[in-house]
């Protein structure tokens, strides 16, 4: 098969007391995404799209939360070992269509170096990485700035 698609999404709450990381990039805000990792919401998300483009399972089964050495890393870290299988397994990113729902901070000021973080890991240019923002109006938990979410597309392609 030439061309494979994937998915993927990730949810944290936020969260006083811990750092906001969004697509490699430490954004100041009042709150930050809890989780077991850096809890970088749009990184996880991208990693499930690549390794679900493969069949390769998903977030959770490289880099369990029950795993202490993945406490606190950095999701670039894990994004990396994701393209190192999916360079195995002799794909390579074509490009990565992303999406974030988040009542707040405003993330647009923020996107281009989001782009530039996630095009030098995942090796296509910075016009090949799209990051969207939207809220949700003040519905639901990401209105209420409870959490976040982050909805990934990738393409592959065989090389």
Request: glycine share 8%; with cysteine.
């Amino acid at each position: 098969m030439a061309y494979r698609i994937g998915s993927g999404i990730d949810f944290h709450q936020l969260v006083e007391g811990r750092d906001l990381w969004i697509g490699g990039i430490l954004i100041p805000h009042t709150k930050g995404a809890l989780g077991h990792s850096d809890a970088d919401v749009l990184l996880h998300a991208i990693c499930d799209a690549l390794l679900g483009a493969l069949a390769l399972g998903d977030i959770g089964v490289h880099f369990p939360n029950t795993d202490e050495q993945y406490k606190d890393i950095d999701s670039k870290l894990l994004l990396k070992h994701c393209m190192e299988l999916i360079q195995q397994k002799s794909y390579k990113v074509v490009n990565i269509d992303a999406t974030l729902t988040l009542q707040a901070p405003k993330i647009k000021p923020f996107v281009p170096q989001m782009q530039e973080t996630i095009a030098g890991i995942c090796n296509v240019l910075v016009e090949d990485v799209s990051i969207k923002a939207t809220t949700t109006e003040h519905m639901g938990f990401e209105g209420r700035e409870e959490g976040l979410v982050a909805y990934a597309t990738v393409l592959l392609q065989k090389v």
